[in-house]
């Protein structure tokens, strides 16, 4: 591993911009992917399936059969049910302590405000295929979504070059969460399907998952036809350890980010012991030697990490200093592996140094709220001079008519019902 001092160079170095992970030839052919989808919907499907998966499926074959499912069952060899039925619980006990609920508040003089929270209806998952099927993703997935009230979950994923088939453990972990329409599509042209509707794969609300740099791509470019999670780059992983770490569970943390594609792996320690353990046992990533437990939290948060291990004397302490995280494991038993399949909280984090304005995947992701307001006419005429001014200051002389609309309208009715006095009568 290459290792670094912290200092301007460095923390210049490890503050990466996500702009980084932008490819100009990458854009360009996920552009004109979904521009194809967009278009000509099915027969761009089969078109690119053909192209990159090497596999002409007919259009009654992208939707998996509910016989696909069941066959699935008799090959897969692990009995999910039992460790299904520990993750649900997990997650759920997690993620519906943060389901939000909704509000009123009634104010004196008429005004009436709420918020009213409400589950997404229809979300897109997309799972990665590829040598490892990422079986852990559907539920750490779905379960949120359905914790959060979704109704209609469709799964999205790439089948198999020799076979045309989806992974049996994605088919039948998918069924026992509930989860039976799935489609044999992967890649931008997925994401294309999912995000503007063909025929065969009706539009979504929302895209949720992870994938290549060509599926983390589309997910960018529509953004705004549908919400999407977020924008991830390579996995990672910083470790936070000082002379009390065990090299052992440093090294082997470290080695298994490196079975992601592109995965990354940092060590920041003020330990010069630690440093020369672990720089023999592993060749990628970086270890940043700091003066002290404090400046490595600094590294921490100009790194933004998906995944942190705090290995040290007293792990807890250090959390109050970590502002950028996607996940936080504290102490020599709670490696990063531990919340990619059983913790209970999702396994989709952010990337990249995006952890300094995206948040996990949780319950929240698959709700919208929607805000209602009342006022009576009495507030309305309270709030009569405030909008005034602010109408005036920002030259839109329209919003002003709007409101005065409703006092003039009702000083034409006062005057239409006030009673004439006998001299007024005489004159008319």
């Not at 790439?158 to 049996?168: F, K, L, S, V």
């Not at 780059?233 to 470790?239: H, K, L, M, N, R």
């Not at 440093?275 to 030697?289: H, L």
């Amino acid at each position: 591993m290459q290792v670094l001092v912290w200092d301007k160079q460095t923390q210049k170095k490890v503050r990466r911009d996500f702009a980084n992970f932008f490819d100009k030839n990458v854009f360009k052919k996920v552009n004109r992917i979904l521009a194809e989808v967009r278009q000509r919907g099915d027969l761009a499907i089969r078109r690119y399936t053909r192209e990159f998966d090497g596999l002409d499926l007919p259009l009654k074959r992208i939707r998996v059969s509910q016989g696909d499912i069941n066959r699935a069952f008799e090959k897969i060899q692990v009995p999910f049910v039992p460790i299904l039925k520990k993750i649900s619980d997990n997650v759920k006990e997690y993620y519906e302590r943060e389901l939000k609920q909704s509000f009123e508040i009634n104010r004196p003089g008429g005004i009436y405000l709420a918020k009213n929270y409400q589950p997404l209806e229809r979300v897109g998952v997309y799972i990665p295929g590829g040598t490892a099927p990422l079986v852990s993703t559907v539920y750490m997935t779905v379960i949120p979504a359905k914790v959060a009230g979704v109704k209609e979950l469709v799964i999205a994923t790439p089948p198999n070059r020799d076979t045309g088939e989806i992974d049996p453990n994605i088919l039948a972990v998918a069924n026992l969460l509930g989860v039976n329409e799935i489609y044999r599509v992967g890649g931008a042209q997925a994401i294309g399907a999912l995000a503007f509707g063909t025929r065969t794969i009706p539009k979504v609300d929302k895209i949720v998952g992870p994938g290549n740099p060509y599926v983390t791509e589309a997910k960018r470019q529509v953004y705004g036809f549908v919400d999407i999670d977020m924008v991830a780059g390579p996995s990672e992983v910083a470790i936070l350890a000082d002379s009390s770490a065990n090299p052992d569970y440093v090294t082997c943390d470290l080695l298994a980010q490196s079975e992601h594609f592109g995965g990354i792996g940092y060590l920041v320690t003020p330990s010069k012991k630690l440093i020369e353990a672990i720089r023999k046992r592993v060749d990628t990533g970086y270890i940043i030697q700091v003066k002290s437990l404090a400046e490595g939290c600094e590294a921490v948060n100009e790194i933004a990490p998906e995944h942190l291990e705090i290995m040290t004397d007293e792990p807890q302490k250090m959390v109050k200093s970590i502002r950028h995280a996607g996940a936080i494991f504290l102490g020599p038993y709670s490696p990063a592996v531990i919340g990619d399949y059983v913790a209970g909280p999702s396994h989709v984090l952010p990337t990249g140094g995006t952890a300094r304005y995206f948040s996990p995947l949780s319950a929240s992701s698959f709700i919208k709220s929607t805000q209602i307001i009342s006022f009576s006419e009495e507030a309305l005429a309270k709030a009569r001079p405030d909008v005034q001014k602010l109408t005036e200051m920002e030259g839109l002389v329209l919003h002003r008519i709007s409101l005065e609309a409703r006092f003039l309208a009702r000083a034409a009715e006062d005057s239409a019902e006030k009673p004439l006095k006998s001299e007024e009568k005489v004159t008319k």
